[in-house]
């Protein structure tokens, strides 16, 4: 197959995202890094009265014409309460939050303020609308608060709830199978067998797939072979929305993951021109015929650990699938470029591309043929520091970087150059 740029790459992978439809209403207070499928639309203003930005004496402008005018304080208006029509030529004690009663046009702040038994001295001249928070100036009533397809972070819930929303209409989350291939691996705690490695794909990948709210069907580690590849893929394909492996997609005699999709589906891109990661599968297995039973739906919810979890259809279709580099820095970064945009993708998302962010390199670097994903670190003076090891096995790079530096084929990277820089924090 043709080596495809990361562009083109990245391109065919959002195009055969196909999203999910199947929603379920969550509390608000559970819906961090759910995609909203509605719209929330506000049916209330927020606020929905004027009210005091601030502790102090509300009152009407043309009472205080000058420093040092004296009224006296008709009444005390605390957060919750409703306060009567101020008596021109009075001011009312008024605190944060609570409403402005009607007829005054401003409030001045308790600090240029001196009460005087039961009057006030005003030492400002106020004027009309000051530190008065409009009804309605945050959110009208009939406005879109929340865009579908939002991803929801604990900013968008606080904006749900100012709405008085209980529930969020969210799209179900996605369900992922995950294993690794290769004779060689060993799990954490066991005994480490000679020739042997530690398997840390498995736990990276997992835990990013979490993060993005999927599902996880860990099916642990594949053999190198290919009827067990085969048969890993079958049984992936009947319960999941996408396969995700790592290992076994280069073109060794034991890589045997190429061969074992396109007996079981089909594989529609297979290298990518990026630095690390070349060897990059993509396709889909085919689901085998399962017959339903009586009392059964082809499509139903199942709970998992208290949540709703969605089982596909166990009919004639596909699973789509992703088949990352076994080296971990590889399946690190294809992950976090290509993986994670085709699942945000795939749950609804409306934006699933990272901000690039524009910093001076300080450090300088030849540049490869191939799109190149440099770990580096934010230092002291606002500059990028780059690992010294960018091997793509050596996964201390990612752990001690900050984000990756986006640069392109051919490009050479001078000391004080501004070069594109992919925070971590923006991949979460």
């Known amino acids: 197959m043709t080596i495809l740029s990361f562009d083109d790459a990245s391109g065919r992978l959002l195009a055969q995202a196909q999203a999910v439809t199947e929603t379920e209403s969550v509390p608000t207070g559970a819906a961090r890094g759910r995609i909203l499928a509605n719209s929330l639309v506000a049916s209330l203003n927020v606020p929905p009265l004027d009210n ?3 502790d102090g004496y509300a009152v009407r402008c043309a009472d205080v014409p000058a420093l040092g005018t004296r009224l006296p304080i008709s009444q005390r208006i605390a957060a919750g ?6 008596v021109p030529q009075t001011a009312a004690r008024i605190f944060t939050g609570a409403p402005i009663p009607a007829g005054a046009d401003a409030v001045v702040m308790q600090e240029f303020c001196t009460q005087d038994g039961d009057a006030v001295i005003v030492n400002a001249v106020p004027k009309p609308g000051q530190a008065i928070r409009r009804c309605g100036e ?23 709830a100012s709405v008085g929303t209980a529930e969020l209409c969210v799209f179900r989350p996605l369900r992922v199978a995950l294993f690794s291939t290769g004779n060689e691996l060993t799990m954490p705690g066991e005994p480490l067998k000679p020739g042997g490695i530690y398997n840390s794909n498995r736990t990276m990948l997992h835990a990013l797939l979490e993060g993005l709210g999927c599902v996880v069907a860990d099916m642990g580690i594949v053999s190198d072979s290919l009827d067990a590849t085969r048969a890993a893929l079958r049984a992936a394909a009947q319960e999941n929305d996408l396969i995700l492996t790592s290992g076994g997609v280069s073109v060794g005699e034991e890589d045997h993951v190429k061969a074992a999709v396109s007996a079981e589906g089909v594989l529609d891109l297979w290298k990518i021109a990026i630095k690390p990661g070349k060897p990059f599968a993509f396709g889909w297995v085919n689901r085998s015929v399962k017959k339903v039973g009586a009392g059964e739906t082809a499509r139903s919810f199942e709970s998992v650990s208290g949540q709703s979890a969605f089982r596909p259809a166990r009919e004639h279709g596909k699973t789509q699938f992703i088949g990352l580099p076994g080296n971990p820095v590889a399946s690190f970064v294809t992950f976090l470029m290509l993986v994670r945009p085709f699942i945000l993708a795939m749950q609804g998302a409306i934006c699933v591309t990272p901000r690039v962010l524009h910093l001076r390199a300080d450090f300088a670097w030849k540049g490869d043929a191939r799109r190149e994903f440099l770990r580096a670190r934010i230092n002291d003076q606002g500059g990028l520091s780059l690992y010294p090891q960018q091997g793509s096995a050596v996964l201390t790079s990612c752990a001690w970087a900050d984000g990756l530096i986006d640069n392109l084929p051919g490009q050479a990277i001078e000391p004080g150059d501004i070069v594109r820089f992919i925070d971590f924090n923006a991949l979460g």
Do not use: C, P, W
Not at 81 to 86: F, I
Not at 138 to 160: C, F, K, N, S
């Open 52 to 54: 005091s930005a601030m």
């Open 81 to 86: 309460n409703v306060g009567q029509a101020l």
């Open 138 to 160: 945050d959110i009208a009533t009939g406005a879109e608060v929340i865009a579908a397809g939002t991803r929801l972070t604990a900013a968008h819930l606080g904006l749900a």
